[in-house]
């Protein structure tokens, strides 16, 4: 970081600074100095670098005008795809970018997935739906697909997509499901394995009715997903012990069966695993263990499963079980050895001589808490900073009683024992102890408390928050902090970017997580750059700002996504909006929404602080009533 901050200060522009910065590096480059406003960027040296989505979303819009062959561009620019580039693009050169990514595979969040479909089908449905990103096709139902092929053409492209990218409880996968099992007619609970190919990812979301009684034939697809429910994964484990799958009984596994169900193997169970023949798990699990995308909490319960159920009590090292230099660069070392034989053969100088190793493997709570206290041993009256920055898992034992032992002076400390996402009462007193010493929450210590704890942070650290520092740190996203939190980071934050203002898109990828503390005019002048807001931004914004733009603001701001308001008509802020609105006015939106006020009454512009949705519903009863009140004045007068 440090020297990307140099190269960045010498550099000038963001053409040289994305031309002399080490690709290996690039990934530290601030999104807000990737903005280059009138210069023209090097595709070839963008394509030659991997951006975090973030960082390729300000750029975005500038490669596309500048690039006419979209198939030139590589997938680590194309995630960047941001929605404001949607509205200055042809149909047909949308379309040949979109096709772009489902060529190099690009993978794209939600709300670009949503804005990817919406534009892709805004005056027709293209017959060749097959050339679109399959993930595309999430957002989209049979029915936009009836034409271009059958419904089980629809639900196998389906089925190759990231279903994750939809939460799922959302009525949007379960309608996927059950569309999808009415479309391949299946009978009952039992899924043949022509119909799981089919279903592919879909799978992931069958009740354990479906594993039970399919048997075997879901296991691939099972192997795929990402997580299951709870009586899902009991489902699983009943099925693998069975031992009538095409995999036969857990004593007959292989090496090639381990690699064939490797996705479910953090779902074995201490029956499973005392099953598998040990000259086969043993060298197997040292592999897996080793490249094994799992997290550390998940080999750990793996282990626990592995040392056996009950333990004696080793007042001395049994012999044979010396830790010795081998042993402890041995990625198996917790499967050897039980909490009581740790306690007794690990010596306090080997594990601080190898904590930083140590500190990675997959030990148990139990084996953890026994290292956690031969550190105490030897650091009573706290642990010194060096051995802070290795303590790796042993850190979630940690309680408030040692953090207040401890000095906290350096950012990078600082940014360690906040990466191991410590509870939110510790984190506070993590951060507190650090800028109780006077140290600076620059650049590494903002990046540090990040989004998921600048709630945390108290009125005088906020002030200590400089805005030259905002802008090259991380994004932070204040959206679930008090009001006043995100009121006192907004102005701080437009300050920052103050000198992109008038670079768009740039300046909204840069103040959009800042957004929620924006004022009405602010947002009201955002409305006439064509940003296509997503809903989730838009429901997360200061309410009395929200209540103060006219439906052309709200139609400026939302863009393509302008449908999504119909959705929320139920919900505050935007039913509370609706209520003061004109209903001429939300007619113009032409989405169908009503409850505004009828022509002829009359409408007070309203001026709240934070208005309750009580307050709402008397003053526009009141407003209705305010005719009628007239007439019986003027009546009364008349006829005396």
């Not at 793996?302 to 004696?312: A, E, G, M, Q, T």
């Not at 209540?547 to 701001?557: F, P, V």
């Not at 935007?574 to 939106?589: C, G, M, T």
């Amino acid at each position: 970081m440090a020297l990307v901050e140099k190269i960045a200060s010498a550099a000038g522009s963001p053409v040289n600074l994305v031309k002399y910065v080490p690709d290996s590096l690039a990934s530290y480059i601030p999104k807000s100095l990737l903005a280059f406003g009138n210069e023209t960027p090097s595709v070839q040296e963008l394509n030659q670098k991997l951006w975090s989505r973030e960082q390729a979303a300000m750029f975005f819009n500038d490669v596309i005008k500048t690039e006419s062959d979209f198939s030139r561009l590589s997938p680590s620019v194309l995630q960047g795809f941001i929605c404001a580039a949607a509205n200055e693009m042809e149909t047909e050169r949308f379309q040949q970018l979109a096709k772009a990514m489902k060529q190099k595979n690009v993978k794209l969040g939600e709300d670009q997935l949503s804005c990817l479909a919406k534009r892709v089908t805004l005056n027709s449905i293209p017959k060749d739906l097959d050339n679109y990103p399959k993930d595309m096709l999430l957002f989209l139902s049979p029915s936009d697909y009836a034409g271009t092929g059958s419904c089980q053409q629809y639900f196998s492209n389906v089925g190759e997509a990231n279903i994750d990218l939809l939460q799922r409880d959302s009525p949007q996968r379960k309608q996927l499901l059950a569309e999808a099992l009415a479309c391949l007619k299946i009978p009952g609970t039992t899924v043949s394995e022509e119909n799981a190919e089919i279903l592919g990812h879909l799978v992931c979301d069958l009740s354990e009715e479906y594993i039970r009684s399919s048997s075997g034939s879901l296991l691939p697809q099972l192997n795929e997903c990402e997580s299951f429910m709870p009586s899902q994964e009991e489902a699983i484990r009943n099925v693998l012990s069975s031992g009538s799958t095409q995999f036969g009984p857990p004593s007959k596994w292989s090496a090639s069966t381990l690699n064939e169900l490797s996705g479910l193997f953090r779902l074995f169970d201490r029956n499973i695993l005392q099953k598998i023949p040990q000259n086969v798990l043993t060298p197997w699990l040292k592999s897996f263990m080793h490249d094994s995308p799992l997290p550390r909490e998940q080999l750990a319960s793996i282990v626990k499963n592995l040392l056996p159920s009950r333990w004696k009590r080793a007042a001395e090292c049994p012999e044979g079980k010396m830790i010795t230099e081998e042993v402890v660069k041995d990625e198996l070392m917790p499967i050897y050895y039980t909490p009581e034989e740790l306690q007794a053969c690990l010596q306090g100088v080997t594990l601080v001589d190898h904590l930083d190793l140590m500190a990675q493997y997959p030990f148990t709570d139990q084996q953890l808490a026994v290292l956690k206290k031969k550190l105490d041993e030897l650091y009573p009256n706290g642990y010194p900073e060096k051995i802070i920055l290795n303590l790796g898992a042993i850190s979630s034992f940690v309680t408030t009683d040692d953090i207040k032992k401890w000095n906290i002076t350096s950012a990078h400390t600082l940014a360690f024992l906040l990466s191991n996402e410590p509870h939110d009462e510790q984190a506070a007193l993590i951060i507190t102890k650090y800028t109780d010493l006077g140290n600076p929450l620059n650049v590494t210590a903002l990046s540090a408390i990040g989004t998921r704890y600048i709630c945390l942070l108290k009125e005088p650290q906020l002030k200590m928050i400089e805005p030259s520092n905002l802008k090259m740190a991380k994004s932070l996203d204040p959206s679930a902090c008090p009001q006043s939190t995100k009121d006192f980071l907004y102005p701080k934050a437009k300050q920052a970017f103050s000198d992109q203002r008038n670079q768009f898109p740039a300046y909204y990828n840069l103040i959009k997580s800042y957004l929620t503390g924006a004022p009405g005019e602010d947002l009201r002048a955002l409305s006439k750059d064509n940003v296509n807001m997503d809903i989730g931004t838009f429901m997360s914004l200061k309410k009395d700002s929200l209540l103060n733009l006219t439906a052309d603001d709200i139609k400026g701001l939302l863009g393509l996504n302008l449908e999504e308001l119909k959705k929320q008509q139920y919900n505050s802020p935007v039913k509370d909006w609706i209520r003061l609105q004109r209903q001429s006015e939300l007619d113009k939106l032409g989405i169908g929404l009503t409850g505004g006020i009828p022509d002829g009454y009359i409408s007070i512009p309203p001026k709240f602080e934070e208005p309750t949705s009580a307050f709402l519903r008397t003053s526009v009863s009141m407003f209705h009533l305010l005719p009628a009140l007239l007439l019986s004045v003027l009546l009364t007068s008349f006829l005396s």
